[in-house]
């Protein structure tokens, strides 16, 4: 096999790099974390550590749910995950996006300020995490109070309430924004629309927030003003879905091919 994919069938972009790299003339599959973790073992010999296969990798694992469901699977996936963990920190070959000795998500966060802050991104922005629906103290201005479900990840504008129980995490955000998804791969980085932004410098912007956040691979949502002046960050995506690529994948998918594959 000559890459693996861990992630999820039923991720489009998964499915989508995997019939990339078929048509290409490569093997790769798609595992789920203990599949993945199954395949590997990993040595020492002469003092040098050594992964078995030495093959590249994508990962595509979402943080699991804040909400423990089993004790016993919630057990089995942490070893599959510490497995695979090590495995693809030590692995030679590349890996999208690798981990670190102090995380597999990088330096990402349940928290949106937090992972701008960590991206080195002047965040000033009210960010509110609660048991409870805690609604704005103060209204401002072009800005509505948007509330998600911590567990079912549905996201509405206060005063409705999202499907769920809760926890609940409250931001400000622009009632009518305009949007702009810059993906980077390692020291690339497309805009996703033509309009004329080069002023704002968003590539290279959204390129050392990337590193700074120790990922290789991610989109980045900014929210642009209206006079098309500034740029606020408006979500770090270290999993970006098809739908998020899609206006890039012309450009991206040779790119992808060659940081697998060198």
């Given at each position: 096999?000559?890459?693996?994919?861990?992630?999820?069938?039923?991720?489009?972009?998964?499915?989508?790099?995997?019939?990339?790299?078929?048509?290409?003339?490569?093997?790769?599959?798609?595992?789920?974390?203990?599949?993945?973790?199954r395949?590997?073992?990993?040595?020492?010999?002469?003092?040098?550590?050594?992964?078995?296969?030495d093959?590249?990798?994508?990962?595509?694992?979402?943080?699991?749910?804040?909400?423990?469901?089993?004790?016993?699977?919630?057990?089995?996936?942490?070893?599959?995950?510490?497995?695979?963990?090590?495995?693809?920190?030590?692995?030679?070959?590349?890996?999208?996006?690798?981990?670190?000795?102090?995380?597999?998500?990088?330096?990402?966060?349940?928290?949106?300020?937090?992972?701008?802050?960590?991206?080195?991104?002047?965040?000033?922005?009210?960010?509110?995490?609660?048991?409870?629906?805690?609604?704005?103290?103060?209204?401002?201005?072009?800005?509505?109070?948007?509330?998600?479900?911590?567990?079912?990840?549905?996201?509405?504008?206060?005063?409705?309430?999202?499907?769920?129980a809760?926890?609940?995490?409250?931001?400000?955000?622009?009632?009518?924004?305009?949007?702009?998804?810059?993906?980077?791969?390692?020291?690339?980085?497309?805009?996703?629309?033509?309009?004329?932004?080069?002023?704002?410098?968003?590539?290279?912007?959204?390129?050392?927030?990337?590193?700074?956040?120790?990922?290789?691979?991610?989109?980045?949502?900014?929210?642009?003003?209206?006079?098309?002046?500034?740029?606020?960050?408006?979500?770090?995506?270290?999993?970006?879905?098809?739908?998020?690529?899609?206006?890039?994948?012309?450009?991206?998918?040779?790119?992808?091919?060659?940081?697998?594959?060198?």
């Amino acid at each position: 096999m000559d890459l693996i994919i861990v992630g999820d069938r039923s991720d489009r972009f998964s499915t989508e790099v995997l019939d990339l790299v078929q048509q290409a003339g490569y093997t790769a599959d798609i595992f789920d974390v203990c599949d993945a973790a199954r395949l590997f073992s990993i040595g020492m010999e002469d003092g040098q550590v050594f992964v078995t296969p030495d093959i590249p990798i994508l990962l595509r694992i979402q943080p699991p749910s804040t909400i423990r469901s089993s004790f016993d699977d919630s057990f089995i996936y942490g070893e599959c995950l510490s497995t695979l963990w090590a495995a693809a920190t030590l692995n030679k070959s590349p890996v999208i996006n690798r981990p670190t000795p102090h995380s597999i998500w990088g330096k990402t966060s349940y928290s949106s300020v937090l992972t701008a802050v960590r991206a080195g991104y002047p965040e000033n922005d009210i960010e509110i995490f609660s048991s409870q629906i805690l609604p704005p103290h103060t209204p401002q201005v072009n800005k509505q109070w948007y509330v998600q479900d911590l567990v079912t990840y549905n996201t509405t504008a206060y005063p409705n309430i999202p499907q769920g129980a809760g926890p609940y995490r409250g931001r400000w955000a622009d009632i009518d924004p305009g949007y702009e998804i810059v993906v980077v791969l390692e020291d690339q980085a497309w805009r996703s629309t033509n309009v004329p932004l080069e002023h704002l410098a968003l590539e290279q912007q959204s390129i050392n927030l990337i590193r700074n956040l120790d990922l290789t691979f991610a989109a980045i949502t900014w929210s642009i003003s209206e006079n098309l002046e500034t740029a606020t960050i408006a979500r770090i995506d270290s999993f970006p879905l098809m739908e998020q690529i899609q206006f890039v994948w012309p450009v991206f998918a040779p790119a992808l091919l060659e940081v697998l594959f060198p």
